[in-house]
């Protein structure tokens, strides 16, 4: 299992998590599968990471599944198989498909991102893609299926007939089109994903963490199963609470003094 299929770096408060396979399109792996579930539950588990960027090495952002690799029955990774003996749902974990970071997850896309790389994009947050990206749930075109979530997810995120066209054709979407479906939230010229994901995550780690983590708890957990009536309730009591902490103090006790807040995320 190769540890540095998936990179991991601190900068500050925000983990950047790259896949680091370019000579394969950073097709998954074994080693990258574990390298990113580490590196979602190390998100969640350390207080003093904020947000993290995904990306990938290179000029592709991800091109899913290894067909080589499956076609060609390789051997078993034994490292993979003992890890997934102790976390058995470890790859719908990597793939952000389960048990997502309950922190914002920003996607960096540049190249192609189709198959699995549509599929963990649609568990991500923010999306920001190079002019140059292509989409696309390809798995139909090889006889496979999407277990990545997509035939789920994606209607949800994008209009149903959009959806539907995308997983039935398994056609490429440029970056243009998948800004104008809202899969994307915003594109940049080719090259340039990476810096502005780090400018919008260095945003997010300036403000309040309190209020961060309540607005990932709405937004992971209460989604459109509710009715209005109780999702409004469900806001009363998650976000309600965060108006007796420090760090409701010291917001507006900063902008009184008009300096820059120190929050504490307490």
């Known amino acids: 299992m190769n540890t540095d299929h998936c990179l991991l770096e601190r900068e500050g408060h925000t983990l950047v998590v790259t896949l680091n396979r370019p000579e394969a399109k950073n097709a998954l792996s074994g080693g990258m599968l574990a390298g990113m579930y580490r590196a979602w ?11 993290a960027i995904l990306t990938g090495r290179g000029d592709v952002f991800c091109a899913g599944a290894d067909l080589k690799a499956m076609g060609g029955g390789g051997e ?57 990206a292509i989409f696309g749930v390809t798995e139909a075109k090889r006889g496979l299926f999407p277990l990545g979530g997509s035939s789920v997810r994606l209607r949800r995120q994008i209009p149903y ?5 995308i997983l039935l054709t398994a056609r490429h979407v440029t970056a243009e089109e998948a800004l104008a479906y809202g899969l994307v939230g915003r594109i940049v010229p080719a090259g340039q994903a990476l810096a502005e994901a780090k400018k919008i995550a260095e945003v997010i780690c300036d403000n309040g963490p309190v209020s961060i983590r309540a607005l990932m708890k709405m937004l992971r957990e209460i989604d459109e199963s509710y009715s209005e009536t109780d999702a409004l309730a469900k806001e009363i009591e998650i976000g309600g609470p965060v108006f007796a902490t420090k760090d409701a103090r010291e917001g507006p006790r900063a902008f009184k003094e008009k300096r820059k807040p120190d929050f504490k995320g307490e």
């Not at 198989?81 to 896309?109: G, Y």
């Open 76 to 132: 078993r990774d034994e490292e993979l198989d003992e890890l997934m003996a102790e976390v058995p749902d470890l790859h719908w974990q990597a793939l952000l498909r389960a048990n997502r970071p309950m922190k914002p997850i920003i996607a960096a896309v540049e190249g192609f991102a189709v198959a699995g790389g549509t599929e963990i994009l649609q568990g991500t947050d923010i999306r920001v893609a190079g002019e140059g």
């Open 161 to 165: 007939t959009l959806a539907a066209e």
């Open 41 to 51: 539950r190390m998100l969640d588990e350390d207080p003093d990471l904020r947000v």
